[in-house]
Structures are given as C-alpha cells and as structure tokens.
C-alpha cells in the first residue's frame, strides 16, 4: 500500500505540480531540457578474444597449438583445490598508532 502511495506521489511532483522556481514546467521537462554528461569521442572498438583451449584427463590446460599453459593437480581429499603459489602480495603488519595531542 506504502510502495503506491509513493509511487503516486513521485508521479504527481515529477510529471504533474509546475515548478515553482522555473516559471511553470515540471521537473521531468527541466530536467529532460538540460544537457547530460556523454563521452566526448566515439565508443571505443570492443574486442572480444575467443580462445579455444582444452583440458586434458590429468587436468592439464592446452592451448589450441599444443602448448601446456597450466597443470592443475587437485587433491581428491580436498572440497576446496588451493590456487597453486601465492602471488607476492605484501604483508599487512601493524601500524604504530599514536594520538597527536590537541590543540587548546
């Protein structure tokens, strides 16, 4: 009941009730008058790669040319495989945090 009271609403004061401050046109016409921020060139090209890589029996990813580009060894005592070696991230340590006096 709320939701159409609202909408009702919404509709009254953006398409209906003349703006008090604009001499008379709706909001929806002030706002559809103006002009809207818009890339300034053309779209760019968009490329979509398809690669057409496989799996092989012992979990192996080969590239269309043969090519070995991951070995996967999973653990079938495992729900969850781990990623292989972690990446080099850098370690968060703790911060020595002071509080800076105030000034009085």
Known sequence: MRQLQLGTFRAYHNHHRPHRALDGPTPITAFNAR????PAGPDPAVRYPVRHDREDKQGRVIGEDGSLLRELVLDPARDCQPLGTPCSRPK????????????T
């Open 35 to 38: 002009l809207k921020a818009q």
């Open 92 to 103: 968060l340590g703790h911060y020595d945090v002071r509080q800076m006096p105030t000034i």
